[in-house]
């Protein structure tokens, strides 16, 4: 079956950066788009960057738009959220997920597996 496990959380003072990684398994990784999440305490889960099967589209929520870069390493089976300039506000359980299909997709609806989720904590 489908399995998505998040690694690379942790504490970090504001200003730093953090790698998540999300290493997928059980499915033919390259056919689908990928995505982050993150859910900070009291909120809601929202969308933080998405990647098409290919690599060649991106998306970023406009919250972290040049501060993080997400890219994927088809032959590894891995998606990886580079987080830098991190702010307290980043702090949040992040979330890797699998789209439905290929292309970039936002909506959470779209996507239909998801990992364990991997804490990132951004002190002042």
């Known amino acids: 079956q489908v399995q998505l496990v998040e690694s690379g959380g942790g504490l970090v003072q504001a200003g730093g950066s953090l790698r998540l990684s999300c290493a997928a398994s059980?499915?033919?990784?390259?056919?689908?788009?990928m995505g982050w999440f993150r859910q900070a305490p009291g909120k809601e889960r929202e969308f933080v960057a998405a990647?098409?099967?290919?690599?060649?589209?991106?998306d970023y929520a406009d919250s972290v738009k040049g501060r993080f870069t997400i890219f994927r390493d088809n032959a590894k089976n891995t998606v990886t959220l580079q987080m830098n300039s991190l702010k307290p506000e980043d702090t949040a359980v992040y979330y890797c997920?699998?789209?439905?299909?290929?292309?970039?997709?936002?909506?959470?609806?779209?996507?239909?597996?998801w990992g364990q989720g991997t804490q990132v904590t951004v002190s002042s």
């Open positions: 997920a699998r789209a439905a299909a290929l292309a970039v997709e936002r909506a959470e609806t779209n996507f239909g597996s």
């Open positions: 059980g499915y033919r990784f390259s056919l689908y788009a």
């Open positions: 990647i098409s099967w290919s690599g060649g589209q991106k």
